[in-house]
């Protein structure tokens, strides 16, 4: 007998014999499983020493092997010792037997050192795409920090995963890499030769270890690709993907659903700590999920990860199998899924019901480019395609980024924790729980009565963080507890406001808040846009938002913003150009993300600008100033030209770039020249002798108008638009003593980084 067997019987009967001195202990264990239970072996109903009794028996050999829990097919340790965590009020874990499908999503979730095992099979036909190097596909979900995971394929050695041994598809690594803001990565891996054979191969995962926040990750596709570089090896008849509608409870008696429900709102958790141990929390399941647990079954968290959760916050299995049965019994919509970003946008999302716009078109939608944007941004490359009348629909466009998943939603550190009665005595708590008790389900009444209450709760927030909100020069920004707390509070505001639009049914009355010129599905709120770090004034690169990187900073504020934009663009109310959503920050947060990556941003670019031309088109003139006046700022074409922009045009043809400039410069000074200049000087966004500070876009009206004539002629625009826009700037500021007749002759060129800069900057 092998040196290894022996071991593992060695092992079996200590475990027997430990069976033994325990037996009044398994004795008092009472029923945990029903009858179901792979582990209840007798078939009595209940797990507990005659079981382990009966698998030590079956492990020596005693009796006939019918346990197989690890899926190895055969009885041994292993099997013997999750009877007795069984026994002992744990899970009955069962590790299936390898098979040739793959159920996707594969979950790597539980204590540190957990692994999942998936089996496939090459066929032979390939055999000659397995010569050299071998490569592994991955698509994984939730790999948050470069020791989260580790990967091992047939007996190869353990290869971790991280930005040394992999190589991100996509976008992802221009936007921070793991642990940035891409939630969701597609890597390849190389792998040594012959680590991949024909016929049976076992791919195993590993979470490696906790970062005190993350208990796993979920694996979405895996492949091994030929030796050609292209060709998937695996069949996709190999792979099937799980149906949330098939689960069930683990649990099916009403006073486990009861008690799950109990637990879920009221149990007192645990976190674990990076020296060891645990420490007690304030919050609640329900306090940083929504209320009643209803985003945990809309975005299809499965009963797996909802009780390996449970148990790290220091709950049992049995406590997490009762949560995860309490979610499984609700009769809530369940679109989405965790990986999918909420309200990614994609084409066809409203023509399904409001129910599932929260879900999102998928990661399907996310377009490999910015520059793929086009033919939904601008089809005709006319100026029709910026018509200030039209509707740039951002709910249905689909982008090149990856919005926040919804565990980007989740709060890390809830503000009970950061601040005690602080927070709980403030108006920021209290108008949530007002919102929540004034509110009526469907009533468009109520709702409308509340609007002036909602807008004051991302107020009343803003307020109370920034109150708390160190300045940026301030050392504690190393710190990552200050960054993720301060954080955490508006990803708080945002969940609750997720929870209070779906418990209230509000997302399609949006016209009852706004008016009938609005869209029919819009949230009344501001949460997204401060909920963005920068509109926190916290500094670039903070420890604690995300990986702490300057790319993943820039990446997280502006996917907020443009949730701003989709889910609220303010309706054609827009407020003196910063609220619900200030442009200018969108601007310069385009800028600030264009000089940190490499992909170009134009097209998005373009449809905010758009948006903001649109919305400004609700009937009332500039002469009403802030009060929803037409607003000069809001649809400015400054940012198509301005220098620090010339990287969101990589990649983009000069003359596709000179035809859509055009192509908006013609819509926009269309309705610009529209209105008198008394119109401007009434409503305070000017006067005839505003003076212009050369090459200084931002400083006033007068100042914009010169700097982007020259500009945007340098880049493309027609000299007859130019010659237009000079002469009409001419008469708006008369007497500021601008020879406006220089923006259309000014000479321009660039420098060795790609700026441009002309004469009439100086």
Not at 365 to 370: E, P, T
Not at 450 to 472: E, L, V
Not at 715 to 721: K, P, Q
Request: proline share 6%; with cysteine; aromatic share 10%.
């Amino acid at each position: 007998m092998a040196y290894g067997a022996l071991s593992n019987l060695g092992s079996v009967f200590n475990t027997r014999k430990l069976v033994k001195q325990s037996g009044l202990l398994f004795a008092l264990i009472p029923s945990l499983f029903g009858q179901t239970s792979p582990c209840d072996l007798n078939g009595d109903g209940t797990v507990n020493v005659a079981d382990v009794q009966i698998a030590v028996n079956e492990a020596l050999g005693l009796s006939p092997c019918t346990m197989n829990l690890d899926g190895t097919g055969t009885c041994d340790v292993a099997d013997v010792q999750r009877v007795i965590a069984a026994a002992l009020g744990g899970t009955c874990v069962v590790t299936s037997a390898a098979s040739s499908t793959i159920t996707l999503p594969v979950e790597v979730m539980g204590p540190n050192g957990t692994t999942t095992p998936v089996s496939f099979s090459i066929p032979a036909a390939s055999s000659s795409l397995l010569g050299g190097t071998q490569t592994l596909s991955l698509q994984v979900h939730g790999l948050k920090y470069e020791t989260e995971a580790s990967v091992q394929v047939n007996n190869s050695s353990w290869i971790p995963i991280n930005s040394s041994t992999v190589t991100l598809q996509g976008l992802a690594g221009a936007y921070g890499g793991i642990g940035g803001g891409y939630h969701t990565l597609s890597m390849t891996m190389s792998l040594p030769a012959g680590t991949v054979v024909t016929g049976n191969n076992t791919v195993t995962f590993k979470f490696n270890a906790t970062d005190g926040a993350t208990s796993g990750y979920r694996v979405l596709a895996v492949n091994v690709i030929g030796s050609d570089g292209s060709s998937q090896l695996v069949p996709s008849s190999a792979f099937v993907w799980d149906n949330p509608n098939n689960w069930q409870p683990p649990l099916n008696d009403a006073s486990d659903i009861a008690t799950g429900q109990t637990l879920y709102t009221t149990a007192t958790l645990t976190v674990p700590l990076t020296s060891g141990g645990t420490s007690t929390i304030k919050a609640h399941c329900a306090d940083c999920h929504t209320q009643n647990g209803r985003d945990l079954k809309y975005f299809n968290y499965s009963n797996n990860s909802i009780v390996v959760r449970s148990q790290f916050h220091g709950l049992t299995a049995q406590q997490g199998n009762q949560i995860a049965s309490f979610i499984r019994s609700l009769s809530y919509p369940n679109p989405g899924r965790p990986w999918n970003p909420p309200y990614q946008p994609g084409p066809g999302l409203d023509s399904l019901p409001v129910s599932a716009w929260s879900a999102g078109a998928g990661l399907g939608a996310v377009l490999s480019s910015d520059l793929a944007m086009l033919p939904y941004v601008a089809p005709t490359m006319t100026a029709a395609d910026f018509s200030a009348n039209g509707n740039f629909n951002a709910r249905e466009t689909p982008i090149a980024i990856q919005l926040p998943d919804w565990n980007g939603w989740l709060p890390r550190i809830h503000p009970i924790d950061a601040w005690g009665t602080a927070f709980t005595q403030d108006a920021t708590y209290n108008d949530y729980l007002s919102l929540r008790a004034n509110l009526v389900p469907n009533s468009a009444t109520t709702y409308s009565q509340q609007s002036g209450n909602i807008a004051s709760w991302t107020t009343d927030r803003y307020d109370f963080q920034s109150a708390r909100t160190p300045a940026q020069s301030d050392s504690s920004w190393s710190n990552p507890t200050t960054g993720t707390q301060l954080y955490s509070i508006g990803q708080w505001q945002t969940v609750k406001m997720w929870e209070i639009n779906q418990d209230f049914g509000l997302e399609d009355m949006a016209q009852s808040v706004f008016g009938p010129q609005s869209d029919t599905r819009a949230w009344f709120t501001n949460t997204p846009f401060f909920t963005a770090p920068s509109i926190m004034k916290m500094p670039p690169g903070a420890a604690g938002i995300l990986n702490g990187s300057i790319a993943s900073f820039y990446d997280i504020s502006y996917v907020w913003y443009y949730l701003q934009m989709i889910l609220d663009d303010s309706e054609k109310t827009q407020q003196c150009g910063s609220s619900p959503l200030d442009w200018g920050y969108f601007d310069a947060s385009s800028t600030n993300l264009s000089e940190n990556d490499s992909p170009s941003q134009s097209m998005i670019y373009f449809g905010m600008l758009t948006k903001g031309l649109q919305i400004s088109q609700n009937g009332v003139g500039p002469e009403h100033g802030c009060s929803g006046g037409w607003n000069w700022r809001n649809s400015t074409p400054e940012g198509l030209v301005q220098r620090e922009n010339t990287f969101f045009w990589n990649g983009v043809p000069s003359a596709t770039r000179a035809t859509l400039i055009n192509s908006y410069v013609t819509s926009w000074f269309a309705v610009i020249s529209s209105f008198t200049p008394q119109q401007f000087y009434a409503g305070g966004w000017t006067t005839a002798s505003e003076p212009v500070t050369p090459g200084f876009a931002a400083a006033n009206f007068a100042s914009n108008m010169a700097f982007i004539i020259p500009h945007l002629k340098y880049w493309g625009l027609n000299s007859a638009l130019a010659q237009a826009i000079e002469q009409w700037a001419a008469t708006m500021w008369p007497s500021n003593g601008y020879n406006w007749a220089q923006t259309t002759t000014a000479t321009c060129s660039t420098d060795s980084q790609g700026y441009a800069h002309c004469s009439t900057d100086n």
